[in-house]
């Protein structure tokens, strides 16, 4: 049985920047907690961002894999640089699928660590742009493949689906 990393925030823990849920109220994600497949996880907390924390954007114009590869910046809108944090999370996402075997992800888009089409601009406008979030990359390095919760019907077709792992 396949196993879902999924962004703890989806499943009603209030993790998210301002210490709010972002429960997703669909009937796959429940009868996916209920056979065991859901495997939690927040990568900003578990790489030790308080909840509530300041929210925080990948600087406007980089992506994804430049702050991955040290050439930008996650900051909040006072300027705090959060990037080490967010590059933690995605090791721990990364780490934790590697370990657990789990070829699947649903995060939550328009983060800066789980978008998974788009993130903020990057300057705190609340605007959005196309683009992934920092654990998502690193997932996607991984060979995990990353879903949104408007793809979830997606997801639910790919789940136990043959594989050459």
Do not use: N, Y
Request: with cysteine; glycine share 10%.
């Amino acid at each position: 049985m396949d196993r879902i990393l999924v962004s703890a925030c989806l499943i009603g823990w209030p993790v998210r920047w301002d210490g709010s849920a972002k429960t997703a109220a669909h009937p796959l994600l429940a009868r996916w907690a209920e056979e065991g497949r859901l495997v939690p996880l927040c990568t900003e907390t578990m790489a030790g961002l308080a909840t509530p924390r300041p929210a925080a954007e990948i600087e406007p114009h980089a992506s994804a894999a430049d702050v991955l590869a040290g050439r930008a910046r996650i900051r909040d809108a006072q300027g705090g640089d959060h990037t080490a944090a967010f590059l933690e999370g995605a090791r721990i996402a990364a780490a934790t699928a590697r370990v657990r075997s789990i070829r699947f992800a649903l995060t939550t888009d328009g983060s800066p660590s789980c978008g998974v089409a788009r993130i903020a601009e990057g300057d705190f406008s609340g605007g959005k742009r196309p683009g992934e979030g920092v654990a998502v990359r690193a997932l996607r390095d991984a060979g995990v493949e990353v879903f949104a919760l408007d793809d979830v019907e997606a997801l639910a077709a790919r789940l136990d689906a043959p594989t050459d792992r």
